[in-house]
């Protein structure tokens, strides 16, 4: 069951609450590659998933948790024999960086270890009764709560954190590297198997075998990830929209975004549509993307 709720008062500056929820996912259950303007905690009550980040993928099972900080790429993926149960919080404020290198960490090591597992442990209770309101006018008792989760959290920190595990092929962590910081840019598929010294072929085993997408579907959902986000949250004009991921020319962009979302950019913009489409992309035909890459350069 997928639940979420979206506060309407964000007075407070120092934590500000934009959304909380909760989902059991199916098994294999992914989200991204995508963008978030605002810190993401998710706590996991149950099975198991991967985070894949610029600094590594990660493992997490219940008790443990992860962050998702503001504009960085990340996918997350269910664990397909036993794919895990969990609760999100979406903050941000004066406090929330703070809050977070308490809690032991870091776009290095973005994974909440605990001292000590306990299924009714004090963090779990507070934010299962923060995710368990849906009015919006309880906004001043979620606020409260959410400061007793993150003392909880805080409290049960492990005071070491492991090192960060190594990346599992350094071909792929270059390329997809290189895709996620310069995805605004015109690029090609054979820019970047010149960049990683790769065969166009090996590179797109590579990204199969860890993604299940090829570099170019890759591309194309950090591109169309970026976009919604930058629309849903901003109000910059579509064409500077498009310029921000890539595109030089805004038709393209809005054939391409209609294409994966099935809703124009000024749809998306005005409400319609919804980022967890990212999960099973529309993807574009191979040729298609090929195309569309190629219009940008010109």
């Known amino acids: 069951m997928h639940k979420s709720f979206t ?25 991204g590659p995508a963008v978030r303007q605002h810190y993401l905690f998710h706590y996991v009550i149950s099975g198991s998933g991967t985070l894949y980040t610029d ?21 997350y993926c269910a664990d397909r024999q036993d794919p895990w149960h969990y609760m999100w919080i979406e903050v941000d404020g004066l406090m929330a960086a703070t809050i977070f290198q308490q809690c032991r960490l870091s776009r290095q090591m973005p994974v909440y270890r605990p001292q000590h597992y306990r299924p009714e442990a004090e963090e779990r209770r507070c934010l299962a009764e923060i995710v368990a309101h849906e009015q919006n006018d309880a906004w001043l008792k979620i606020i ?46 054979g820019q970047l198997a010149a960049y990683c010294n790769l065969n166009r072929s090996y590179l797109s085993r ?8 090829g ?31 890539g595109y030089d020319n805004q038709l393209h962009f809005c054939k391409a ?42």
Not at 219 to 242: D, E, P, T, Y
Not at 280 to 294: C, Y
């Open 206 to 213: 590579l990204f199969k075998a860890e993604f299940g997408l």
């Open 55 to 75: 600094s590594g993928e990660f493992t997490i099972r219940p008790g443990e948790g992860f962050l998702i900080y503001p504009h960085d790429v990340t996918t």
């Open 257 to 298: 975004f209609r294409q994966f979302y099935g809703v124009s950019p000024s749809a998306w913009r005005s409400g319609e549509g919804d980022l967890t489409s990212s999960i099973e992309p529309r993807l574009m035909a191979t040729a298609s993307v090929d195309t569309d890459i190629a219009q940008q350069r010109r």
């Open 215 to 245: 570099p170019k579907e890759y591309l194309l959902q950090v591109r169309m990830n970026v976009a919604a986000s930058l629309l849903r949250h901003g109000s910059a004009a579509i064409k500077v929209v498009a310029l921000s991921v």
């Open 144 to 189: 409260g709560l959410s400061y007793q989760f993150f003392a909880a959290l805080i409290a049960n920190a492990q005071r070491e954190q492991p090192a960060a595990p190594a990346e599992k092929t350094r071909h792929l962590s270059k390329a997809v590297k290189y895709l996620e910081s310069r995805y605004h840019e015109p690029l090609s598929i």
């Open 7 to 31: 506060l309407t008062n964000t007075s407070s500056i120092e934590l500000n609450v934009f959304q909380f929820g909760h989902e059991d996912c199916a098994p294999g259950h992914r989200f």
